[in-house]
C-alpha cells in the first residue's frame, strides 16, 4: 500500500513538473511574439493604382471578341519603419461586369521599408467573352461616354523581414474599381484609385 501510494505521489509530481515547464514556455513564447510585435510594429502595405488608361476597348457581339489594350500603373507603399517586402507573385485579372478578360503577371521585386514603389503594365490582346443583354447595352452607355468600367483584382503573395527574420507566405487579394477612360475621348481624366485589401479566398 505504502508503495502504492509512493508511485502515485512520484506520478503527480512528475505531472506538475511537466505543467509547469509547458506553461512556462507558453509565457516566454508568447512574451517573445509580444517582444517581436514592438520592436516590429507591422504596418499595412498600401496599395492603388495611379493611372490607368486605354488605348483600345472593342467589343464585337457577332463574334463574342474583345480587343483590348489597357496601361496601368500600380503603386505599393511599404509604410513600415523596419521591414522589408519581398513578392513572390503579383497576378493582375481584369474584367469587365464579371466577365474575366486579360490575366497578366508584373515582374517581382522586393522592397525597402518607407518605400513606394510604382509598377507599369500593359495589358493587351484579344478574348473571347460572353456578354448578356444588360453587359451589352453597359459596354455601349461606356462607349459613348469615353470611359470602362473594369475591376481589377491582384493575387498577392509576399513574406516580410527584418535583418536575419523572414516570414512564412503571406497570400491576399487586392480589389481595384477602376474607371478607366479611352485615350481617344473626351472622357475626363483618371482619378487616383485606393484599392481594398481582402483575404486570399475572396478572389
Keep these: 500500500m505504502g508503495k502504492f501510494c509512493c508511485c502515485n505521489c512520484i506520478f503527480s509530481c512528475v505531472c506538475a513538473c511537466i505543467f509547469q515547464i509547458l506553461c512556462a514556455i507558453i509565457v516566454i513564447f508568447g512574451i517573445l511574439i509580444l517582444a517581436i510585435w514592438l520592436i516590429w510594429r507591422p504596418n499595412k502595405v498600401y496599395f492603388h493604382v495611379s493611372d490607368a488608361s486605354l488605348a483600345k476597348f472593342d467589343f464585337s457581339p457577332s463574334t463574342t471578341t474583345l480587343d483590348y489594350d489597357l496601361n496601368l500603373n500600380f503603386e505599393i507603399r511599404n509604410s513600415n519603419e523596419k521591414i522589408g517586402v519581398k513578392y513572390e507573385l503579383l497576378e493582375a485579372k481584369s474584367n ?10 508584373f515582374e517581382l521585386f522586393s522592397q525597402d521599408s518607407k518605400n513606394t ?67 481617344s475621348s473626351n472622357a475626363s481624366a483618371f482619378q487616383r484609385t485606393n484599392c481594398m485589401v481582402f483575404p486570399s479566398w475572396v478572389s
Design 96 to 105: 469587365f461586369h464579371q466577365k474575366k478578360f486579360a490575366t497578366t503577371n
Design 117 to 183: 514603389t510604382t509598377l507599369h503594365q500593359e495589358i493587351k490582346g484579344q478574348t473571347n467573352i460572353q456578354l448578356g443583354d444588360r453587359e451589352k447595352s453597359d459596354y455601349e452607355d461606356e462607349k459613348k461616354n469615353g470611359a470602362f468600367n473594369i475591376y481589377t483584382v491582384f493575387n498577392v503573395q509576399m513574406r516580410l523581414k527584418s535583418g536575419w527574420i523572414t516570414t512564412g507566405k503571406i497570400k491576399f487579394t487586392v480589389g481595384c474599381g477602376l474607371r478607366v477612360p479611352l485615350k
